[in-house]
C-alpha cells in the first residue's frame, strides 16, 4: 500500500514540477518580447525551455541574487577607493597651491622668476602623478569587474544555466546580460505574485 502512495507522491511531484516548468517557459517566452529581435531571434525554444528548467526549485534566483549583492558591494567599494583618490590628488593640490602662495609671498623680487618656474615644474609633476594614480586606478577596477563577470560566468555555469560560459565575446556577453536580466523580471514577476493576497 505504501508503494503506492509514494508512487502517487512522486507523480504528483513530476506533474506539479512540469506545471511550473510550463509556467516559466511561458513566462519567458512574454519576457523575451521586450528583448531587441536580434537577441529574441537567438533565444531558442529549446534554450527557453532548459532555462525554465533551470528556474524550477528557486536556486538559480538565490544564486543570481548573491552574485548581484557581490557585484554591488565591489562597485561601491570600488567607487569609494576612487572618491578617496580623488580626495587625496585634491588636498595634494590644494597643499602645493598654498605652499606656492606662501613662498611668492617671500620670495625676493630678483628670484620670483625662477620660483614661478620651478612652481610650475612642481604643479606639472604633480598633475602628472594625479593622471598616472586615477589611470592606474581605472585599470584597477576595470579589471576587478573583468574578474568579477568572469567569476560570474563561472558559478552560472557551474549552476547548469543555460547560456552561461566563461567568454569575453562583447556579443556573448551582451546575451548573458539579457539572459541575466529575464531572470530577475521573471524573478520579481514571482515575488510580487507571492505578496499579492
Not at 606639472?124 to 563577470?149: P, S
Given at each position: 500500500?505504501d508503494?503506492y502512495?509514494?508512487s502517487?507522491d512522486?507523480?504528483?511531484?513530476?506533474?506539479?514540477?512540469q506545471?511550473r516548468?510550463?509556467?516559466l517557459l511561458?513566462?519567458?517566452q512574454?519576457?523575451?518580447?521586450d528583448?531587441?529581435?536580434?537577441?529574441q531571434?537567438r533565444l531558442?525554444?529549446?534554450?527557453?525551455?532548459?532555462?525554465a528548467?533551470?528556474?524550477?526549485?528557486?536556486?538559480?534566483?538565490e544564486?543570481?541574487?548573491?552574485l548581484?549583492?557581490?557585484?554591488h558591494?565591489?562597485?561601491k567599494?570600488?567607487?569609494?577607493?576612487?572618491q578617496?583618490l580623488?580626495?587625496?590628488?585634491?588636498?595634494?593640490?590644494?597643499?602645493l597651491?598654498r605652499?606656492?602662495?606662501?613662498?611668492?609671498?617671500?620670495?625676493?623680487?630678483?628670484n620670483?622668476?625662477?620660483?614661478?618656474?620651478?612652481?610650475?615644474?612642481?604643479?606639472?609633476?604633480l598633475?602628472?602623478?594625479?593622471?598616472?594614480e586615477?589611470?592606474?586606478m581605472?585599470?584597477?577596477i576595470?579589471?576587478?569587474?573583468?574578474q568579477?563577470?568572469?567569476?560570474?560566468?563561472?558559478t552560472?555555469?557551474?549552476a547548469?544555466?543555460p547560456?552561461?560560459y566563461?567568454?569575453t565575446?562583447p556579443q556573448?556577453l551582451?546575451?548573458?546580460m539579457?539572459?541575466?536580466?529575464?531572470?530577475?523580471?521573471?524573478q520579481q514577476?514571482?515575488m510580487l505574485s507571492e505578496?499579492l493576497p
Amino acid at each position: 500500500m505504501d508503494t503506492y502512495s509514494l508512487s502517487d507522491d512522486l507523480q504528483s511531484d513530476a506533474a506539479r514540477q512540469q506545471e511550473r516548468h510550463y509556467y516559466l517557459l511561458s513566462e519567458l517566452q512574454t519576457l523575451v518580447k521586450d528583448l531587441p529581435s536580434s537577441f529574441q531571434q537567438r533565444l531558442s525554444y529549446t534554450t527557453l525551455s532548459d532555462l525554465a528548467q533551470a528556474l524550477i526549485d528557486g536556486t538559480v534566483y538565490e544564486i543570481v541574487q548573491g552574485l548581484l549583492d557581490i557585484q554591488h558591494l565591489t562597485e561601491k567599494n570600488l567607487y569609494n577607493q576612487r572618491q578617496k583618490l580623488h580626495s587625496e590628488h585634491r588636498a595634494l593640490k590644494q597643499d602645493l597651491v598654498r605652499k606656492h602662495r606662501q613662498a611668492l609671498q617671500t620670495c625676493k623680487s630678483h628670484n620670483v622668476a625662477v620660483l614661478k618656474t620651478n612652481q610650475r615644474s612642481e604643479t606639472e609633476a604633480l598633475e602628472q602623478r594625479v593622471k598616472d594614480e586615477q589611470r592606474m586606478m581605472d585599470e584597477k577596477i576595470v579589471a576587478e569587474m573583468d574578474q568579477k563577470v568572469l567569476d560570474q560566468q563561472n558559478t552560472l555555469e557551474k549552476a547548469g544555466v543555460p547560456g552561461f560560459y566563461i567568454t569575453t565575446n562583447p556579443q556573448e556577453l551582451m546575451m548573458q546580460m539579457n539572459l541575466l536580466e529575464l531572470i530577475l523580471k521573471l524573478q520579481q514577476k514571482e515575488m510580487l505574485s507571492e505578496t499579492l493576497p
